[in-house]
């Protein structure tokens, strides 16, 4: 199995631009969950999904966040404007039933 | 909502010792104790879980302890190596569902 995957690896962008992040969770996993880690905040559930539909969208910092999955093998969480208080790593995770979550290897956002 | 908490923060042991973290939670209802390692660059990989029904869970040189009386449960790792150094953090189940609260990560270092 190829494990969740996430693209890009590392983005950098300035202030202002849209941001689109990319996740493939693991096949036959039927939940998917977008985390933000920072030195200061560790890791926080920013959104997850059940059976493609949003769940609990509580942890989105603001409009300027947003999150989509439109088929069971694919999400994308979009930053639109992007601020520099967003730098940080996103992560993709996903699980089956009742499992453990499997975390993809993150996206590093740099916000100039 | 669950609260996680990690004890201590930073974990410097020789080579060959044992290490133990402790975590703490808040939230009775919590039923899955996971515990991630996370390597420089990567995402968080599942080393041990736990379920509220057993008390210790060993694989290998690792194993970890629930005492849901007090709310608590422990990482040990014996016989340390230097490729156990890495950020450890565990996390509880909210709710009983399918997210979790993750404690705020602990640096291991393992001293050749």
């Known amino acids: 199995d190829a494990g969740v995957i996430q693209s890009p690896r590392h983005e950098v962008t300035e202030m202002g631009q849209e941001v689109t992040l990319r996740c493939k969770p693991i096949?036959?996993?039927?939940?998917l969950f977008w985390y933000r880690q920072t030195m200061m905040r560790g890791l926080e559930l920013l959104i997850y999904f059940n059976n493609n539909v949003p769940i609990d969208d509580s942890g989105m910092p603001e409009d300027r966040f947003s999150a989509k999955m439109p088929n069971a093998s694919f999400s994308t969480l979009k930053i639109q404007p992007s601020e520099p208080r967003d730098s940080a790593v996103y992560f993709c995770a996903s699980l089956r039933g009742t499992d453990t979550q499997y975390f993809g290897p993150g996206t590093r956002l740099t916000v100039l | 909502g669950e609260n996680v908490e990690q004890h201590p923060s930073t974990l410097s042991v020789q080579e060959g010792d044992s290490a133990v973290i402790k975590c703490t939670y808040s939230d009775s209802a919590s039923n899955y104790f996971p515990w991630y390692k996370q390597e420089l660059g990567k995402g968080p990989q599942l080393i041990i879980d736990i379920r509220s029904n057993v008390g210790e869970k060993k694989d290998q040189r690792i194993a970890v302890t629930l005492n849901k009386t007090a709310k608590h449960f422990s990482l040990h790792i014996t016989e340390t190596q230097p490729e156990d150094s890495a950020v450890y953090f565990c996390a509880a189940s909210i709710g009983g569902n399918n997210r979790l609260a993750f404690g705020k990560g602990n640096q291991v270092v393992v001293i050749p």
């Open positions: 096949s036959g996993h039927n939940s």
